[in-house]
C-alpha cells in the first residue's frame, strides 16, 4: 500500500487554486505520471507514464474545496484526494495518496512509492508556479 501526504504553500486565492485542481482536462499538464485521458461517460480512460491503461473517476467537491480521484481499475487502485486549505491566512494545495498497486507491481512498491511522492511534490510545484506566474 503507497499513502503518504504532501502540500505547498501558494500565493493565490482558494478559488483559483481550486478551479486548477478541479479542471480534469490539466491533469496532465501537472502530473506528468499520467499521459493521457479520455472521457468516457462517468469515468475517465488514463493512460499512465509506464505502459498500462487504467480507469478512473474524478469528483470535485466546491464546497469543500476538494477533489476525489478513484482509480478503479489498472495497475494502480485507490484514491487521490486534492485539497485547497486555509492556514493562518496562506492558502495551500494539498495532495493524499492511498493506493495499491497491482500484483506483478509490487515487488517494487517501496521504489515506486519514492517516485510517486517525488512526481507528486513536482506536480505540486508546477500548479504554484502556474498560478503565481500572474
Do not use: C
Request: charged fraction near 35%; hydrophobic fraction near 40%.
Amino acid at each position: 500500500m503507497i499513502t503518504f501526504r504532501k502540500r505547498i504553500e501558494v500565493e493565490a486565492s482558494a478559488d483559483e487554486a481550486f478551479r486548477i485542481i478541479s479542471d480534469p482536462d490539466r491533469i496532465t499538464e501537472f502530473w506528468k505520471g499520467t499521459r493521457r485521458i479520455i472521457k468516457e461517460g462517468k469515468f475517465y480512460r488514463v493512460r499512465f507514464a509506464f505502459p498500462a491503461w487504467g480507469i478512473m473517476s474524478f469528483h470535485p467537491d466546491a464546497d469543500r474545496m476538494s477533489v476525489l480521484t478513484s482509480y478503479l481499475k489498472g495497475p494502480i487502485r485507490g484514491s487521490k484526494i486534492d485539497a485547497i486549505l486555509i492556514e493562518n491566512g496562506k492558502t495551500l494545495i494539498q495532495t493524499e495518496w492511498n493506493v495499491r498497486l497491482s500484483l506483478y507491481l509490487r515487488p517494487f512498491e517501496r521504489r515506486i512509492k519514492s517516485h510517486f511522492e517525488i512526481g507528486a511534490e513536482h506536480a505540486l510545484l508546477r500548479i504554484k508556479e502556474d498560478l503565481e506566474k500572474k
